[in-house]
């Protein structure tokens, strides 16, 4: 009777323990699927990290994206199903140190100011912190990894193969890439005058330190808090970082603070800027965020779509 009693209480802590480790993975797995869907919209942001790293250019990046999205959705639901437990949590592990790698590339040269995009937009995390999120993820990874039990599935392999082609498709599906961007655009029929006296002529206005009255300039104007301004002045940021000798100008609607963080979202405090407010703003940019123009002695030639940033398009602009 003693014996029975004894062994009922191991299985019972056996299952408890069990059932805790499955629990693990299947939480584990969530916050897979929820880090790369949190990413998908707006996706551009990880397009252009990726840009950044210089691996692959404009035209591959939304492949790119896609399938390292791909990944983190696959590993979030095999963990789910905690099919081969050993071979998934090495890939999770792998994934994780990679991505630490490349976070603390980006602390030793850009600072722990900047937004890790490690959830896009949804939540804000510098590189610091993403680390010692990694670093916990790891050691979970390490745990389930020794101590998890797989679950039976017939046909394993086949699990993992149809499951991976099926769940790799989801980024695809939700948000598929666009390669012709020739439908996006604004029509200028003829340049049009810019009126920057806006700007030189009122003390109040922080005047910029270059005169964009004359020459070629890349003019932006932009809301501190648009999830469009943002991705397109992250994306110009790094054309300008990779042309210095271009004339690249920002101008935000925001207070300091504001700026602040715009500029900790986008990378582009070294894109020379102003704080343009209310009426100005409104009189050279428009009703319609982000403005983006190509000016040449205070006449608009071309007006940029937000979804159609193209750095060839712009180079050959300022050659001309």
């Given at each position: 009777m003693v014996l029975f009693i004894n062994f009922e209480k191991n299985i019972k802590k056996m299952n408890v323990k069990l059932i805790s480790l499955r629990i693990l993975s299947v939480m584990l797995g969530l916050?897979?699927?929820?880090?790369?869907?949190?990413?998908?919209?707006?996706?551009?942001?990880?397009?252009?990290?990726?840009?950044?790293?210089?691996?692959?250019?404009?035209?591959?990046?939304?492949?790119?994206?896609?399938?390292?999205?791909?990944?983190?959705?696959?590993?979030?639901?095999?963990?789910?199903?905690?099919?081969?437990?050993?071979?998934?949590?090495?890939?999770?592990?792998?994934?994780?140190?990679?991505?630490?790698?490349?976070?603390?590339?980006?602390?030793?040269?850009?600072?722990?100011?900047?937004?890790?995009?490690?959830?896009g937009l949804f939540m804000i995390m510098n590189p610091f912190e993403s680390i010692l999120k990694n670093i916990l993820m790891i050691a979970l990874s390490v745990l389930l990894y020794f101590k998890n039990t797989a679950v039976d599935y017939k046909k394993d392999w086949l699990v993992i193969g149809v499951g991976a082609v099926l769940v790799s498709s989801i980024p695809f599906i939700i948000n598929p890439p666009v390669f012709d961007k020739s439908k996006f655009g604004y029509e200028i029929e003829e340049p049009y005058l810019m009126d920057l006296s806006v700007v030189y002529d009122d003390v109040e206005v922080q005047q910029p330190k270059i005169d964009l009255r004359e020459g070629k300039h890349l003019i932006g104007f932009y809301s501190y808090n648009c999830q469009h301004c943002i991705v397109v002045a992250y994306s110009l940021q790094l054309i300008s970082k990779r042309n210095p000798d271009l004339s690249f100008y920002f101008f935000i609607n925001g207070d300091e603070e504001d700026i602040k963080e715009f500029h900790n979202l986008t990378k582009s405090e070294h894109v020379p800027h102003s704080i343009l407010l209310a009426q100005p703003f409104v009189m050279l940019a428009g009703n319609r965020f982000p403005a983006v123009f190509l000016v040449e002695d205070s006449y608009v030639q071309e007006r940029i779509h937000p979804a159609a940033v193209d750095e060839k398009m712009i180079l050959e602009w300022f050659e001309r």
């Open positions: 916050f897979f699927i929820f880090s790369a869907y949190v990413k998908l919209f707006p996706i551009e942001i990880l397009e252009i990290s990726i840009v950044e790293t210089g691996l692959v250019g404009w035209t591959l990046a939304p492949i790119f994206a896609r399938l390292l999205l791909a990944s983190e959705f696959a590993l979030g639901v095999f963990l789910i199903m905690n099919i081969k437990p050993k071979l998934v949590n090495i890939f999770v592990m792998l994934s994780l140190l990679v991505f630490s790698i490349y976070l603390s590339i980006i602390l030793i040269f850009q600072g722990n100011s900047v937004n890790c995009n490690c959830f």
